[in-house]
């Protein structure tokens, strides 16, 4: 695997990005007939979230069947077309793998519990269960059956943990990843892959660790570099990256260090975590931008230096949109958007989009519990009434944090359901879709924003390759950062606020270039006022009277949007 990095990746969620049925759910002619607007956009790769057989308990993260493709979905020969599809557009398809947990619909989980030893080996079962907790609530051990044994979850009881020590277990893995491979994905996203490493005897966790006794064990990386081995390590032109759950930057530098022959990159989610009070997610508090700041420095800094790559990434699946949670969205959601999009795009890392960014979608504003339908947010407001919250309080709670926030439909029109389904959605669509969606929004600032950001990471090597540093780390409201590669250097500041703050501009970007920025008066002088949420990047070349005047004139064209 050699890592293209001018490559973008874009995440869909199947399930709510476009029906063609009018079942309520996204589907894969969706997805084709939605794939010319990706290629304006001009991304390379997509993301899709599993689309496997599943009782969806967990939204598709508990498989049934690791090798077909769910009915609700399409068929197998829709997906084939789609992956053609993707091609003949420069899109390829980077697929989501379970791997550290099946469903316990799945035959392997069935058989085990119909007595057969060979598949019980497949899953932890144990006489008596540890004290570990399963991230969605409750205790991480269920009853095997009727046999007085537990089984190991660390999700959904349904979402049995499977056994990596098993060489068994590992075949049967490798082989679902082959045969995504035949059918022509480039990539492979791998779900809490850190968290495959168990020990043989599983014991209770210390108390003060701080962290349970399964994540990050040296035995993982071992099993990535068999699985890079038996799969996807032969073919230079894949893309892969880890899901790591509470994870350490020494590990991802581990993981994606291209002489360790493991993944090409690691997502991590501390950054994502700086809004939870006291370390706990079902809270709401204002976001911590000194440590915001000082998670992204430590980061940018040790993967660059170290020789680690990153996913770069602000929204998913399983977050409230980054918009919500960072920008004054009433007065500011566009100049906000364009600065959280140049904050991580013009860094060192991959670029992830999650659906909807590119035009600035928001949270749905959802007036009632019943419109959600997740089940770690339905676990969670019953733990909060547990707890003494009034309905009010908790609903407030879910409301900002739920993971259904990022799983509304995709904003297609203003037409009933955002034009995502003519029949009722899986999901309630959010409330901002008569203002906010792709028709509204194509020719828009955050769109052509993104569009740009995208193009530069192909034509400067200085945004794909170059290194990391901080700069302006004591800054209380801009994270700035500078990238160099060869004699070209680059300055980028992001004000995190909707206040102004001057900035005196070190010298050797007195003479440089704007390269891009979200305001379009913005000049380079020896103090620059930057306004709310203003990005801005300064570019300079020791040698640039030597440029050609076309490359010149390509950087200083830029459109700035506002
Ligand atoms: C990952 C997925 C999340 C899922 C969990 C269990 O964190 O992103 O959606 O619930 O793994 O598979």
Request: charged fraction near 25%; proline fraction near 4%.
């Amino acid at each position: 695997m050699i890592l293209d990095k001018r490559k973008v990746v874009y995440q869909i969620y199947p399930k709510s990005f476009k029906d063609t049925t009018g079942n309520g759910i996204g589907d894969f002619r969706g997805i084709i007939e939605k794939i010319p607007y990706l290629a304006k956009l001009g991304v390379d790769m997509v993301w899709l979230n599993p689309f496997y057989p599943s009782p969806q308990r967990d939204n598709g993260y508990d498989i049934s069947d690791y090798m077909a493709v769910d009915p609700l979905f399409g068929d197998m020969a829709d997906f084939e077309e789609m992956v053609c599809v993707g091609k003949e557009h420069k899109i390829d398809f980077m697929l989501d793998m379970v791997l550290n947990h099946c469903s316990t619909e799945h035959e392997w989980f069935q058989k085990a519990l119909a007595g057969d030893q060979y598949y019980q080996d497949f899953f932890f079962i144990q006489d008596q269960p540890t004290d570990w907790q399963s991230k969605f609530g409750g205790s991480a051990w269920a009853p095997f059956g009727d046999t007085g044994k537990y089984y190991l979850h660390l999700f959904d009881e349904t979402q049995a943990d499977l056994n990596w020590r098993n060489l068994n277990v590992r075949k049967e893995l490798f082989k679902v990843v082959n045969f995504w491979r035949d059918k022509g994905v480039k990539g492979f996203r791998f779900d809490v892959i850190n968290l495959i490493g168990k020990d043989e005897v599983l014991v209770d966790c210390p108390e003060n660790e701080g962290k349970p006794a399964y994540t990050d064990k040296p035995i993982v990386h071992d099993y990535l570099r068999m699985m890079n081995q038996a799969t996807f390590g032969s073919d230079d032109s894949f893309m892969t990256v880890g899901e790591m759950s509470s994870t350490t930057m020494e590990n991802c530098v581990l993981y994606s260090s291209p002489d360790r022959q493991e993944l090409s990159m690691t997502f991590n989610f501390h950054h994502l975590k700086v809004d939870y009070k006291d370390g706990q997610k079902w809270t709401v508090a204002p976001f911590d931008f000194e440590e915001l700041k000082s998670l992204y420095h430590s980061w940018g800094k040790e993967m660059s230096d170290k020789g680690g790559w990153s996913a770069l990434f602000w929204n998913n699946h399983d977050q409230p949109r980054a918009l919500n949670r960072f920008v004054d969205i009433q007065n500011f959601r566009k100049e906000g958007a364009t600065m959280l999009a140049a904050s991580i795009h013009l860094s060192r890392g991959t670029p992830y989009i999650y659906m909807g960014e590119e035009i600035g979608m928001i949270d749905p504003d959802y007036d009632s519990m019943a419109d959600y339908v997740d089940v770690e947010s339905l676990n969670a407001y019953q733990m909060l009434l547990k707890e003494g919250k009034g309905e009010q309080e908790a609903f407030q709670i879910i409301q900002a944090k739920s993971r259904d926030n990022s799983r509304i439909p995709m904003q297609w029109d203003a037409s009933e359901n955002a034009g995502f389904s003519t029949g009722t959605p899986w999901l309630k669509a959010g409330k901002s879709y008569k203002d906010i969606n792709v028709e509204n929004d194509i020719q828009g600032p955050i769109f052509t924003f993104y569009q740009d950001l995208i193009r530069l990471r192909k034509e400067m090597p200085i945004i794909s390759e170059g290194s990391y540093k901080p700069a302006f780390e004591d800054s209380k409201q801009v994270y700035a950062f500078e990238r160099q590669f060869e004699d070209q250097k680059l300055l980028v500041l992001n004000n995190f606020y909707a206040k102004e703050v001057e900035i005196d501009l070190p010298a050797v970007y007195q003479n440089g270039q704007i390269l891009i920025s979200n305001y379009e008066d913005a000049e380079v002088s020896e103090k620059i006022l930057l306004k709310p949420y203003q990005t801005l990047a300064i570019y300079v070349n020791k040698y640039s009277s030597k440029i050609s005047s076309n490359r010149v004139s390509s950087i200083c064209n830029l459109k700035t949007v506002f």
